[in-house]
């Protein structure tokens, strides 16, 4: 008996691999004996080609090959290689998936100097790693994060900084020079206008209410306030 030993929830259409360890198991029906349980770790990847699928064709054909997923023409599903042989046309082409969509960008303003994570969402958005695919801002590069991408369906890159307080032109290239302009994105100043109160005891637990403009652009949910050097919660 084989058994997978670390936690791992169900497979979802937004969760299509997990990764576990495997030790060896002898049961007598009672009690359970290791066999063998390799120094380490060892991985394994449990996945679901459907489920894959169901972020769009572009992601199954960007997964890795050794997983041998493929694309059914004829059900537009995502199925396992074997499967796929027994049961239907299959296509290996990239082509194949039409072209890129867009569904949403966010967040749509910034910092001039940069460092917010943007992301664009969609389908067929190209098939990293597989495929080189770039993301600029204004003819600037924005680096991609590669450990947030979701191959196909989501591209997330840092935004340079730059002085242009203009609107500002997002597209995608892809290796197949394709270029397709996403939207639009706003570097904005953040400005502080008033602090209340701008005292309190030195024991803290005083409310501060900060009063601006522009306070609501990049990533809101990295943003703090720091009061010399303390974080105020």
């Known amino acids: 008996?084989?058994?997978?030993?670390?936690?791992?929830?169900?497979?979802?259409?937004?969760?299509?691999?997990?990764?576990?360890?495997?030790?060896?198991?002898?049961?007598?029906?009672?009690?359970?004996?290791?066999?063998?349980?390799?120094?380490?770790?060892?991985?394994?990847?449990?996945?679901?080609?459907?489920?894959?699928?169901?972020?769009?064709?572009?992601?199954?054909?960007a997964q890795e090959d050794i997983l041998q997923c493929s694309y059914c023409t004829t059900t537009n599903t995502c199925v396992y290689g074997i499967v796929a042989s027994s049961m239907c046309r299959h296509s290996n082409s990239l082509s194949y998936c039409g072209l890129p969509n867009v569904t949403s960008i966010s967040p749509l303003s910034g910092p001039v100097k940069g460092g917010t994570a943007l992301t664009i969402t969609g389908q067929n958005l190209g098939f990293f790693p597989k495929e080189n695919?770039?993301?600029?801002?204004?003819?600037?590069?924005?680096?991609?994060?590669?450990?947030?991408?979701?191959?196909?369906?989501?591209?997330?890159?840092?935004?340079?900084?730059?002085?242009?307080?203009?609107?500002?032109?997002?597209?995608?290239?892809?290796?197949?020079?394709?270029?397709?302009?996403?939207?639009?994105?706003?570097?904005?100043?953040?400005?502080?206008?008033k602090i209340f109160p701008n005292r309190g005891p030195s024991a803290g637990g005083t409310n501060i209410l900060i009063f601006g403009s522009n306070l609501d652009i990049g990533n809101i949910e990295n943003t703090t306030v720091s009061i010399d050097g303390h974080v105020c919660i």
């Open 133 to 193: 695919v770039s993301i600029l801002i204004g003819g600037q590069l924005c680096p991609i994060v590669s450990d947030k991408i979701i191959p196909g369906v989501q591209l997330v890159c840092v935004i340079p900084p730059s002085m242009d307080r203009e609107p500002t032109s997002v597209a995608i290239t892809l290796e197949i020079s394709f270029q397709l302009s996403v939207g639009n994105y706003m570097y904005k100043e953040p400005v502080i206008s």
């Open 1 to 61: 008996m084989c058994l997978i030993t670390s936690p791992f929830e169900l497979l979802t259409p937004n969760r299509t691999k997990v990764i576990g360890t495997v030790r060896v198991l002898w049961t007598n029906g009672i009690d359970e004996f290791p066999i063998d349980q390799p120094e380490g770790s060892v991985p394994i990847v449990i996945y679901d080609c459907l489920k894959i699928g169901l972020q769009g064709c572009s992601a199954c054909f």
